[in-house]
Antibody, heavy 123, light 109 residues
Framework: QVQLVESGGGVVQPGRSLRLSCAASFTFSGYAMHWVRQAPGKGLEWVAVISYDGSNLYYADSVKGRFTISRDNSKNTLYLQMNGLRTEDTAVYYC?????????????????WGQGTLVTVSS | SYALTQPPSVSVAPGKTARITCGGNNIGTKSVHWYQHKPGQAPVLVIYYDSDRPSGIPERFSGSNSGNTATLTINRVEAGDEADYYCQVWHSNTDHHWVFGGGTKLTVL
């Protein structure tokens, strides 16, 4: 059974940093992984993706240069390092499994999602 | 960038058919995926590659995609189908992006 469990959310002041984690229970090293967020009252927004081996990384323009996605396949864990946080980064952050490995992206979808962790950026 | 347009809300009586549209420029040339999202829960994939259903998703859910519009159809709507529904595509120009529509709130009357 595929499980994804996010952690690390909380309340943080603008400009500060936070690191999210996502623990996975499947053959983690075979799949690309994503972070997707949902701001209060808003829709889903894709944030970042990392390929199965960490060699390919892509970011939404809204977080590029501030957020870093990474993974540790030995620990079956996905990370999102968030620096220079802004109030508009307030959202529930979900990790999601890609339907493919990410060796060559194209037409991919998210086949499993975690329950999410809430990040609130406020002074 | 690539934009997807969904109606904010759709209402339907139990037992009737709900159709949720997703508009995009030549979206018929892309693979469209659909997610169901209930409050406080993880989103769930209900349709992938325009019209395929994951295991465990009822046959009442179907999808189509042509021209500038993709459609999610839910037959014999049940109270438990009430949720937000999102379409999604992968888009690539100089970079890779995964794009969601704005979401449609399905209300079962």
């Amino acid at each position: 059974q595929v499980q994804l469990v996010e952690s690390g959310g909380g309340v943080v002041q603008p400009g500060r940093s936070l690191r999210l984690s996502c623990a996975a229970s499947f053959t983690f090293s075979g799949y690309a992984m994503h972070w997707v967020r949902q701001a209060p009252g808003k829709g889903l927004e894709w944030v970042a993706v990392i390929s199965y081996d960490g060699s390919n990384l892509y970011y939404a323009d809204s977080v590029k240069g501030r957020f870093t996605i990474s993974r540790d396949n030995s620990k079956n864990t996905l990370y999102l390092q968030m620096n220079g946080l802004r109030t508009e980064d307030t959202a529930v952050y979900y990790c999601a499994r890609d339907s493919n490995s990410g060796y060559d992206f194209g037409g991919d979808y998210f086949d499993y999602w975690g329950q999410g962790t809430l990040v609130t950026v406020s002074s | 960038s690539y934009a997807l347009t969904q109606p904010p809300s759709v209402s339907v009586a139990p037992g009737k058919t709900a159709r949720i549209t997703c508009g995009g420029n030549n979206i018929g040339t892309k693979s469209v995926h659909w997610y169901q999202h209930k409050p406080g829960q993880a989103p769930v994939l209900v349709i992938y590659y325009d019209s395929d259903r994951p295991s465990g998703i009822p046959e009442r859910f179907s999808g189509s995609n042509s021209g500038n519009t993709a459609t999610l159809t839910i037959n014999r709507v049940e109270a438990g189908d009430e949720a937000d529904y999102y379409c999604q595509v992968w888009h690539s120009n100089t970079d890779h992006h995964w794009v969601f529509g704005g979401g449609t709130k399905l209300t079962v009357l």
